[in-house]
């Protein structure tokens, strides 16, 4: 099934609704404000949530905090997510070869690879909060995970490729679109069939060790780049690296609201894509690993000292508040979230939605830096 990569780049593009739109201001916003008032009253404790970052005192963060808490972010954060997801993936890659000796392959040791890719989705669900540097160059991230699928071309493509190449290699696979690689590719061959015959094998093997390279690439690239792609190296003259870092973790809040949660649910407008990991059933799991990492992150404690040094103390107390509570409400839905009723579903995009709302209008403006053009969301 091979695809022009001209047209297979434009296709993943369109599906994965990667238009980049610029934020609106302020006076724009106050319709929705209106709104989301009701959103924000419903959180008891996030209920003095302020409308406008006037309200906020901006920090001087010092060129050497800067660096150090940037520094902080590559080597504790960054690259250990890139690293986690990396194993597991090599993990899978591992056991695919083990129980693949001899087809078809079925039972426990289906099973077995199944939670091995729930390890491995989970792990790049954590990593997607770095929506910048070499995961995202020419959109390689697409091939890690082609994702919002919209037109549903994962499953027709990824049998048709097994079909036509039953004994496919690690090296045929990379010369294919981004459709039929990767974390969703994977889940389709793992999980639409009760047992894996040979073909189905092959390709779990060359994809998995394909997707283990690609990770182990990007990876290898952080800890050599790192001080240039958080411009670690700039903070004296610029807020550059934290400008990217945090418009990076406003835009994982963000596509989640939109793309994982509003518009397959269908809560504002006609349903359209599916759930993460609907395939698998295993939607839940997704949006908590997304929702961990935004924990580990807002929460970081080098970063709570930043805003309490600065009087922005209330600032850390809304953001762990609203993280908690979405993360209990997530706690209490079923392992795929469409099967959640309508009210918890609306509960939980209104969470993220004051999520949004604190990060844009609290925690930036307190950080002294900027809503950038990856904003895509209007809260």
Request: charged share 20%.
């Amino acid at each position: 099934m091979k695809i022009n990569h001209a047209l297979a780049m434009a296709l993943s593009a369109l599906s994965a609704g990667l238009l980049i739109s610029c934020v609106k201001p302020a006076e724009e916003n106050k319709a929705v404000e209106t709104d989301n008032q009701e959103v924000a009253s419903s959180i008891e404790s996030v209920d003095t949530i302020k409308d406008s970052a006037a309200d906020i005192v901006a920090v001087d963060i010092s060129a050497d905090t800067q660096t150090s808490y940037l520094t902080h972010v590559a080597d504790d954060i960054v690259i250990p997510a890139y690293a986690d997801a990396a194993k597991q993936s090599s993990l899978l890659h591992e056991l695919a070869k083990k129980h693949c000796q001899q087809a078809p392959v079925s039972g426990q040791e289906l099973q077995a690879l199944r939670d091995q890719w729930l390890m491995l989705a989970q792990a790049w669900a954590r990593a997607e909060a770095i929506n910048f540097g070499p995961a995202t160059a020419s959109m390689s991230n697409l091939y890690i995970n082609y994702y919002p699928d919209e037109r549903g071309l994962v499953h027709d493509g990824v049998a048709d490729l097994i079909a036509t190449n039953p004994n496919l290699t690690a090296a045929q696979l990379a010369n294919e679109s981004a459709i039929v690689q990767g974390v969703p590719g994977l889940e389709e061959a793992l999980y639409a069939n009760d047992r894996l015959d040979a073909g189905q094998c092959a390709y779990v093997i060359s994809a998995s060790g394909a997707l283990s390279t690609r990770l182990q690439d990007i990876e290898s690239s952080w800890q050599q780049n790192a001080t240039t792609l958080l411009a670690i190296d700039q903070t004296a003259e610029s807020d550059q690296g934290l400008n990217q870092w945090f418009n990076s973790l406003l835009s994982l809040v963000e596509t989640m609201k939109s793309s994982a949660i509003d518009q397959p649910l269908g809560l504002t407008g006609k349903a359209k894509g599916h759930l993460p990991a609907a395939t698998a059933g295993q939607s839940r799991a997704i949006i908590n690993a997304k929702l961990a990492v935004l924990n580990q992150t807002l929460t970081d404690p080098i970063l709570t000292k930043i805003l309490t040094d600065s009087d922005n103390s209330e600032v850390g107390n809304s953001l762990s508040t609203i993280l908690a509570q979405t993360t209990g409400l997530l706690a209490q839905m079923p392992e795929d979230i469409a099967d959640a009723d309508s009210a918890a579903q609306q509960e939980l995009y209104d969470h993220l939605t004051t999520m949004t709302r604190i990060i844009k209008r609290q925690l930036i403006p307190a950080l002294g830096i900027r809503v950038g053009f990856n904003s895509t969301d209007g809260d």
